[in-house]
């Protein structure tokens, strides 16, 4: 047919799209608007180019990447890497995602099974190619290895015999430890060299051999 129809037409039209004139509206199967953002609205869709979703938006799977800001909760789980700043970050990180499993610093430690700075007992042995001091406080059980510098404490938790060379006399009694020194005990004894005196004091008992 070629020409104008004036009226209504009853049943299907067929043609190219060059021959409609105006826009179709919705309810005719069309958009009702001339431009691609007016018919994106009638139609109540979101454009390539983003926008704002007016409710929850649900999907089996979503495939990134997905590159923005995502302002909400998300149920389900995340594959992938997630940026953003802590502070958008709610709830607490399980230890097999790479938090801590908690939110105070002590429950952290806890779960990492770490010691705080401000100490706390080993369960298991401390080995170490060096450890650099000062360490201050008490150490229980035994130290294996060298220690250099100063130890304090008492006697009393001191085992073993500590040798010439680290101050000590390299035995465990008196005859042992003047013997190692080279010295004479108050009981007396036998020199091997000379006695040289500016002055002897007596009462001198014995005999004096020599002048």
């Keep these: 047919m070629t020409g104008n129809v004036t009226g209504n037409v009853t049943g299907n039209a067929s043609g190219t799209a060059l021959n409609v004139t105006g826009t179709v509206l919705l309810g005719n199967g069309g958009t009702g608007a001339s431009t691609a953002a007016g ?49 958008n970050v709610t ?5 097999g995602n790479g938090g801590t499993g908690a939110s105070t610093a002590a429950g952290a430690l806890a779960n990492l099974g770490g010691l705080p700075l401000s100490g706390g007992t080993l369960t298991g042995a401390l080995t170490a190619p060096q450890l650099n001091g000062p360490l201050a406080g008490n150490v229980t059980g035994n130290v294996t290895g060298n220690v250099t510098g100063n130890v304090s404490g008492t006697a009393s938790n001191v085992t073993g015999t500590v040798l010439l060379g680290n101050g000590g006399t390299g035995a465990s009694t008196a005859a042992g430890a003047l013997a190692n020194l080279g010295g004479l005990a108050l009981s007396g004894g036998t020199l091997t060299g000379a006695l040289t005196a500016p002055q002897l004091n007596g009462p001198l008992a014995g005999n004096v051999t020599g002048m």
């Design 91 to 95: 709830g607490t990180v399980l230890l």
């Design 39 to 87: 018919a994106l609205a009638n139609l109540g869709g979101l454009a390539l180019s983003g926008g704002t979703l007016t409710g929850a938006l649900t999907a089996p799977q979503l495939n990134g990447p997905l590159a923005g800001t995502v302002t909400g909760n998300v149920t389900g789980n995340v594959t992938g890497n997630v940026s953003g700043t802590a502070s």
